[in-house]
Nanobody
Framework: QVQVAESGGGLVQAGGSLRLACAFSGRTFSDYAMGWFRQAPAKERAFVAAISRSGGSTLYADFLKGRFTISRDYAKNTVYLQMNSLEPEDTAVYYC????????????????WGQGTQVTVSS
């Protein structure tokens, strides 16, 4: 049974940085693509970023404008989301996802989700 658990959320001022972490367990980490989504108050959940099984491919939402970076550490079975130049509009619950997809751009729903971690950006 795959489990993913997010950490690293918190309160930060606009212009600041945070790094979210997602710990993966239950299966072989390198078999799974990993992703991040977010859900702001009164808005639908939105894709943020994804990274392939090998780590060789990444995909980002257009609205990020290069501010976020996704990476993975196979020794720690962990995926990270480095968030820089944070804006109040980035305030949301951030969710980690995982599944066996081979193509990051597919619209198929992700199989495994964490409970989320709150990120609040003050102006």
């Amino acid at each position: 049974q795959v489990q993913v658990a997010e950490s690293g959320g918190g309160l930060v001022q606009a212009g600041g940085s945070l790094r979210l972490a997602c710990a993966f367990s239950g299966r072989t980490f390198s078999d799974y693509a990993m992703g991040w989504f977010r859900q702001a108050p009164a808005k639908e959940r939105a894709f943020v970023a994804a990274i392939s099984r090998s780590g060789g491919s990444t995909l980002y939402a257009d609205f990020l404008k290069g501010r976020f970076t996704i990476s993975r550490d196979y020794a720690k079975n962990t995926v990270y989301l480095q968030m820089n130049s944070l804006e109040p509009e980035d305030t949301a619950v951030y969710y980690c996802t995982a599944d066996l997809r081979r193509t990051l751009g597919t619209s198929r729903p992700w199989d495994y989700w964490g409970q989320g971690t709150q990120v609040t950006v003050s102006s």
